[in-house]
């Protein structure tokens, strides 16, 4: 990095910075996206942050931390600043970083220069060989759902199933109707609270007009004592909520939200590609090489895991929406005389 080329198993190689300063606009989701901008540090380019309006301290607290362990202030820059200087942010760095929903997304789509990481759509799929051992992945798949309060783009929001959708979806209502809030300090708390309650109200109205359209109904409603949006300790809660979709095409079936939330759809094995929709974490429990050909073949996958694989496990040395190295440098031709 410091030389500019070198020596890999016998070629030589070069890269080349492509920008002065990475610029990146946080999220309040989870307080695990920062750790796809720190390695930006040890790679030597500069961090412009716009962290999320709700939740600042997090990345203010690894900057300070980064400095307190020797790390020069002079990489860092902190803005918590509105969604006008979050686009001046991404328009000034010569590379950036991108998190939001799809409407704030969207006007960044097209361009190379930003790493979008927008609604991640993540799904549990069934194939037709492993459905009828369905209850031995039910594990898997609360984990993906509910693991991280359900808050990550890696959250499993989609249960897809070509057959027992509705017994699916009864035993997953009856484990996440055990979930409840807790004091941030208890070991066992799985929810996080909401820093604004009418967010919180917006998407429990949401779901609720969703459920108003024939073909879907909130299966853990029957299950829980309390409404889904609950205020607890002076904090708004949404209960976890699994919807059972009779289709693919209903409102519901392909919806994320901020808390463990699952629609259960019924999809016949060969509609599954065809219907499946951009997801970036696809969990493939199937033996089937057709279906898995399928899946590794679909430009809509972005992460496949086949087995029972929880949607949320990540490996690092696999890339996540892109590669930071390969948003940041850039590789040239480089030969040198042996004399030289």
């Excluded at 024939?214 to 209960?239: F, M, Q």
Aim: proline share 8%.
């Amino acid at each position: 990095m410091d030389r500019g080329f070198g020596v890999v198993e016998g070629h030589p190689v070069s890269f080349f910075p492509c920008a002065e300063s990475l610029g990146v606009v946080l999220p309040n989701n989870s307080p695990g996206v920062h750790s796809l901008w720190i390695p930006a540090f040890p790679l030597k380019i500069p961090l412009v942050l716009k962290p999320g309006s709700a939740e600042p301290w997090t990345p203010y607290r690894i900057v300070q931390a980064l400095i307190k362990a020797g790390a020069p202030k002079e990489a860092f820059s902190f803005y918590p600043a509105d969604h006008a200087a979050a686009g001046e942010i991404l328009r000034s760095c010569g590379r950036g970083m991108m998190f939001g929903d799809a409407s704030a997304i969207d006007v960044w789509e097209g361009d190379s220069r930003v790493e979008i990481h927008g609604p991640g759509y993540s799904k549990v799929i069934l194939g037709e060989d492993c459905v009828d051992e369905w209850e031995k992945h039910l594990d898997v798949m609360v984990a993906s759902i509910v693991e991280n309060g359900g808050r990550s783009c890696v959250n499993a929001s989609a249960v897809w199933t070509p057959a027992h959708a509705e017994e699916i979806s009864e035993a997953l209502a009856e484990r996440l109707a055990k979930i409840f809030p807790r004091a941030a300090e208890d070991e066992a708390a799985q929810l996080a609270p909401f820093a604004d309650p009418h967010v919180a109200s917006r998407i429990s109205q949401i779901i609720d007009q969703g459920l108003a359209e024939p073909g879907a109904r909130d299966i853990t409603s029957a299950h829980r004592k309390d409404e889904r949006l609950v205020s607890w300790n002076a904090c708004s809660y949404l209960l976890p909520t699994i919807v059972y979709c009779e289709d693919p095409a209903h409102p519901l079936a392909n919806k994320e939200f901020l808390f463990p939330f699952s629609s259960v759809v019924n999809v016949p094995q060969n509609r599954l590609t065809e219907t499946l929709g951009a997801s970036l974490v696809v969990t493939a429990i199937t033996r089937d090489p057709e279906l898995v050909r399928r899946l590794v073949s679909s430009p809509n996958v972005d992460r496949l895991n086949v087995g029972p694989v929880p949607t949320n496990q990540v490996s690092w040395d696999q890339p996540h929406e892109g590669n930071l190295f390969e948003h940041l440098y850039a590789r040239r031709a480089f030969q040198r005389a042996v004399s030289f």
